[in-house]
């Protein structure tokens, strides 16, 4: 079970292209899937424990193997479970047990974190993975979309609270854009479809603004409503005095 056993053993189950034209083909092949099953459940384990400890010599045999045995799916899926549950509970930690009006200073401070784990794994996985970008992105976008409580219902409760949502609402996406925009700083040096990996993930931060966005047109004309309002007040007594 050491590193070169493990090695050896995954170029022995990759053979399945050469063996096509075999008679028994189906039969090796599903043998073949068998034995990659086998070292799967052999090596996921301390896959995982690499992971998670962030030792990057070790992750990278074990992503070798799994590479070998043409899992990188299953790959991704290991790293995702390892980190998705972290960056849903730091949002949770942030914007879960906070009063309404402390959503957007909550927010603001969850996506700086959310960046700093960014940075942070973006660099342990360019010394591990072949595809980091990939890799990174993957498990950010499961994560944002599956946050408890959703960024857009964060956005409606803090606006919908505020004695002034347009500036609520403009301070939450601003924090949002600087996110994106410390995002697109990692990676500023890629280019064409390298870049475009990071397309789902700035989806799922824009998406929840959406619906609150769309209702900025009401939330302006609300505050100018108000304050005629309170000009015709004043005019009023004005008047009444003299």
């Known amino acids: 079970q050491n590193g070169w056993g493990l090695t050896a053993a ?35 384990p301390k896959l995982i424990a690499a992971i998670n400890s962030h030792s990057s010599a070790e992750a990278k045999l074990y992503v070798s193997v799994f590479n070998d045995m043409d899992r990188s799916t299953q790959l991704r899926s290991y790293y995702s479970q390892c980190h998705k549950n972290n960056i849903m509970r730091l949002w949770s930690d942030h914007c879960g047990r906070v009063s309404p009006t402390g959503l957007s200073q909550s927010l603001s401070t969850a996506y700086d974190e959310l960046l700093s784990k960014w940075h942070a794994e973006y660099a342990w996985c360019k010394q591990v993975f ?42 939450m996406r601003q924090s949002s854009l600087r996110f994106i925009k410390g995002l697109e700083g990692t990676v500023s040096g890629l280019q064409g479809t390298e870049l475009e990996l990071l397309y789902p ?25 108000n304050k005629l309002q309170k000009i015709k007040i004043v005019r009023f007594v004005v008047l009444g005095i003299w």
């Open 10 to 44: 995954s170029k022995h189950v990759i053979p399945q292209r050469v063996l096509h034209d075999v008679a028994d083909f189906e039969d090796r092949k599903q043998f073949l899937e068998a034995l990659k099953d086998r070292l799967e459940a052999l090596v996921a």
């Open 130 to 171: 072949t595809s980091p970008l990939r890799v990174l992105v993957g498990v950010f976008t499961e994560a944002m979309t599956s946050l408890d409580p959703p960024p857009a219902r964060c956005l409606s409760t803090a606006v919908d609270t505020s004695t002034e949502p347009i500036d609520t609402l403009i301070s």
């Open 201 to 225: 993930l700035m989806l799922s931060i824009h998406k929840p603004y959406s619906h609150t966005m769309l209702r900025y047109p009401f939330l302006q004309q609300q505050l100018l409503t």
